[in-house]
Nanobody, 127 residues
Framework: EVQLVESGGGLVQAGGSLRLSCATSGFVFDDYAIGWFRQAPGKERESVSSISISDGNTYYRNSVKGRFTISSDNAKNTVYLQMSSLKPEDTAVYYC????????????????????WGQGTQVTVSS
């Protein structure tokens, strides 16, 4: 059974940091790319960042570049999203997802491209 389990969300003040974790199981980790998405109330889900496990290539939306860092621990089949300099507009439910798309360099931000999803973790940034 494929599982993706997010953790690490919480309430933080603007300018603070959080590290999200996405623990995966049930598939060959190295064959996939893992992405982080987020959805704020009343807004559409948007891509945040992705990492190709096999080659380590990473991708970020412009608004988080320089503030967020995605990484993986292949021994633990876990992907992390280190978030720093958080802003109130980062408030959302954050989801991790897995895709086997070989063209992840082009399609990393397409949510419908991902086959498996976690349940989400709430991140709230207060001003």
């Amino acid at each position: 059974e494929v599982q993706l389990v997010e953790s690490g969300g919480g309430l933080v003040q603007a300018g603070g940091s959080l590290r999200l974790s996405c623990a995966t199981s049930g598939f060959v980790f190295d064959d996939y790319a893992i992405g982080w998405f987020r959805q704020a109330p009343g807004k559409e889900r948007e891509s945040v960042s992705s990492i190709s496990i096999s080659d380590g290539n990473t991708y970020y939306r412009n608004s988080v570049k320089g503030r967020f860092t995605i990484s993986s621990d292949n021994a633990k089949n876990t992907v992390y999203l280190q978030m720093s300099s958080l802003k109130p507009e980062d408030t959302a439910v954050y989801y991790c997802a897995a895709t086997k798309d070989p063209n992840i360099n082009i399609r990393w931000g397409w949510s419908y491209n991902y086959d498996y999803w976690g349940q989400g973790t709430q991140v709230t940034v207060s001003s």
